[in-house]
């Protein structure tokens, strides 16, 4: 059974990264990137344990200078808890620049995550 487990994650592992693969290279397609880039950015961040840096494509809603990314299958993944608590920073690419900003990660009581980013002046 131990062995199911692990090629199921592996599997996932594998999937995602396709996946997130596909996504990065849609946004900076001449012929599909305006599109995708309304609705995908890719954030950057330190992980808060590691101390590496890591980047990873996320779906985001944008008002002003605040971004909200809503979380999908959060205990699935890992790198929004780098943004519990008092947050921190983190990076994002958006109509074309690298934009700062300060994240923070909340979970609702129904366990929905939400990362909200204000971006830096």
Request: aromatic content about 10%; proline content about 4%; some cysteine.
């Amino acid at each position: 059974m131990e062995g199911v487990v692990r090629a199921r994650k592996w599997f996932q592992h594998r999937a995602v990264g396709r996946v997130n693969a596909c996504v990065v290279a849609l946004r900076s397609s001449p012929r599909w990137g305006g599109l995708v880039s309304r609705r995908f950015t890719v954030v950057t961040y330190t992980g808060r344990r590691s101390g590496r840096t890591f980047s990873t494509p996320v779906a985001y809603r944008r008002a002003a200078d605040v971004v909200t990314i809503g979380v999908q299958f959060p205990d699935s993944k890992t790198w929004w808890r780098n943004f519990l608590g008092e947050g921190g920073p983190i990076s994002l690419n958006l109509d074309g620049e690298d934009r700062a900003g300060h994240a923070v990660a909340r979970r609702d009581p129904r366990g929905r995550v939400t990362v909200t980013v204000r971006l830096d002046k």
